[in-house]
């Protein structure tokens, strides 16, 4: 079965437009740390933040899925994070900042924490785990990702779907590896994909963090 073909009742794709986004966001903040989600007050930011730069840089490399015209998952990444990254600090991450400290999110704990790291000023724990691996990974797995999936909807193969057809695009575009960062809820589920474990680091107490890889040639 090709991987965008329906999926018992449910259909994949791209965002059809500024709707699907804000879909994704909800989605993003709504399964957020460890599919817990967070509250309102941080959720401008928060989806500021990790949905902004991918709507904004590489739209072309998100897909959603679908159960009749509700957005029920997503999946963001792009296949040269080098450039994104690069992209993504003048572009997106300024700016923000800007805004940040200009006010315009007033009640989100994560926007002065934000502004902390961008000025160096708290520590980035995210960057010491990037750091350790960024050596080799940005060659080997130049791609990376994001996916979330609405909980009503786990266990039903979106989430595995929406991979599928992230997979094929990275290969068409003969990417040779992926590369994400996961908490513990998560992990099972990327190694049941081929994902192997890059590296691992304690953030907080009971806390980790894992750099997952996935060779794709
Ligand atoms: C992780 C997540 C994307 C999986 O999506 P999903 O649509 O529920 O997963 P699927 O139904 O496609 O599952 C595919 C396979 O992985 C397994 N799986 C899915 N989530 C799993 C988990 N948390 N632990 C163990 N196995 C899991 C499924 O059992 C299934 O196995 P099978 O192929 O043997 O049947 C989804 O649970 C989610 O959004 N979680 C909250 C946010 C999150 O943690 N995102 C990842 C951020 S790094």
Request: proline share 8%; charged share 20%; hydrophobic share 40%.
């Amino acid at each position: 079965m090709p991987p965008d073909s329906p999926l018992d009742g449910y259909r994949f794709g791209r965002p059809r437009g500024p709707e699907d986004w804000k879909a994704i966001r909800e989605i993003c903040c709504g399964t957020a740390e460890s599919g817990q989600g967070i509250p309102e007050e941080r959720r401008p930011f928060f989806a500021e933040y990790w949905v902004a730069p991918y709507e904004r840089l590489v739209p072309d490399w998100t897909w959603v899925a679908w159960r009749e015209q509700e957005v029920v998952g997503y999946l963001s990444g792009c296949p040269a994070t080098a450039s994104f990254v690069l992209r993504r600090h003048f572009l997106v991450r300024w700016p923000l900042f800007f805004r940040a400290v200009s006010g315009a999110f007033p009640s989100s704990p994560d926007a002065a924490a934000f502004v902390k790291r961008f000025l160096f000023i708290r520590k980035d724990l995210g960057r010491r785990l990037a750091l350790k691996f960024l050596a080799g990974i940005l060659t080997l797995y130049p791609a990376h990702l994001h996916v979330n999936v609405d909980p009503a909807h786990h266990g039903k193969g979106i989430g595995k779907r929406l991979m599928e057809i992230y997979m094929m695009g990275l290969r068409q575009h003969r990417v040779p590896g992926v590369h994400l960062v996961c908490g513990e809820g998560s992990l099972a589920f990327y190694r049941k994909l081929g994902f192997q474990e890059l590296a691992g680091t304690d953030v907080g107490p009971g806390v980790k963090l894992h750099a997952m890889g996935l060779i794709l040639a």
